[in-house]
């Protein structure tokens, strides 16, 4: 059963935040995120093991909590550059399948 | 190593014919993906294997669709008997999977199909 993201769509302000949520209704050992530019394939920003870890990538950063099976990304003072469509991938145990979520489109504007 | 190749990029067939489509992973990754995407939606999970053995197949694909990675390194994924509903991004990815280590996908450019 893939995940659930939320919002479907963003618009931001550059230099404006914005949180991308991901659920999922069984346990998980990892969530991924990846973004995905038009027409491009996606690509990796980071991953988070469940321990309840958060990461950053440049001013991207994002949470796991492992009791709620969910996840966050908190895109800080948003560029340009972070345009595109954001996509969470969950493993619910070691070595298992990836399955990815339906998508967030974020799109940043001067 | 020039990264996951996917080839061809774009086919256009007719409807019924039958389709192919190569996936060339990162040379010592083990694990690869088959993932569809349609404008729009998230990657829908296919299939995938660890060297040559088939792991899964989802339950929702046709039995008109059959991939192989028959020597643990390219893969190839065929849709027979093509219908439009099978117009779509085809993306494969591959994943140095080690003991559950948890790594990055590494995706290729995709093939776009398109049944008329």
């Known amino acids: 059963q893939q995940p659930v993201q939320s919002p479907q769509a963003v618009i931001l302000r550059e230099g404006e935040d914005a949180v991308i949520n991901c659920s999922s209704s069984k346990a998980l050992y990892s969530v991924h995120w990846y973004r995905q530019k038009h027409g491009e394939a996606p690509v990796f920003l980071m991953i988070?093991?469940?321990?309840?870890e958060q990461k950053g990538h440049d001013k991207i950063s994002a949470s796991f909590n492992e009791k709620k099976q969910q996840s966050s990304l908190y895109l800080t003072a948003s560029q340009l550059s972070y345009s595109g469509t954001y996509f969470c991938?969950?493993?619910?145990?070691?070595?298992?399948?990836?399955?990815f979520g339906g998508g967030t489109r974020v799109l940043v504007k001067p | 190593d020039t990264g996951v190749s996917q080839d061809p990029r774009h086919k256009i067939t007719k409807r019924g014919q039958n389709v192919t489509f190569r996936c060339d992973p990162i040379s010592e990754h083990n694990r690869l993906y088959w993932y569809r995407q349609t404008l729009g939606q998230g990657p829908e999970f296919l299939t995938y294997?660890?060297?040559?053995?088939?792991?899964?197949k989802s339950r929702l694909l046709s039995d008109r669709f059959s991939a192989e990675r028959p020597k643990g390194s390219f893969s190839t994924l065929e849709i027979q008997r093509t219908e439009q509903g099978d117009s779509a991004m085809y993306l494969c990815a591959s994943i140095d999977e080690y003991r559950g280590r948890n790594t990055e996908a590494f995706f290729g450019q995709g093939t776009r199909l398109t049944v008329v």
């Open positions: 294997f660890q060297n040559e053995a088939q792991l899964e």
């Open positions: 991938g969950t493993v619910k145990a070691a070595g298992n399948k990836l399955t």
């Open positions: 988070l093991l469940k321990g309840g």
